[in-house]
């Protein structure tokens, strides 16, 4: 199982190839307000950014990116963590805002 690390509490969740990251991050202890899995709901509340492994992560999909594009603050590394599928390798994320504690 790929293991999420989240920064900048450091916590380690394991989590099942093709989980969403949100799922990883509930487990780990945080509370998240974002309860929407799916590529054509997004509410900006679980904005995060990949610090490492985004490449496992499942592609961007059209409607996320757009989404971002229409954000402040996001970068390179941005993703939502309600869309973002894991893949194999492990993922460093970095919590912003009211997710970060």
Do not use: W
Request: aromatic residues 4%; neutral net charge.
């Amino acid at each position: 199982m790929p293991t999420i690390t989240i920064k900048p509490s450091g916590k380690t969740q394991e989590v099942a190839e093709g989980a969403f990251l949100i799922d990883a991050i509930k487990a780990a202890g945080f509370e998240v307000n974002c309860t929407i899995n799916g590529p054509k709901h997004m509410c900006d509340v679980c904005h995060i950014f990949v610090v490492e492994g985004k490449k496992t992560l499942a592609k961007t999909s059209k409607e996320e990116a757009e989404r971002l594009d229409n954000m402040i603050g996001v970068g390179s590394k941005s993703r939502f963590a309600c869309q973002a599928q894991v893949g194999t390798e492990p993922v460093t994320i970095e919590l912003l805002g009211a997710l970060s504690g």
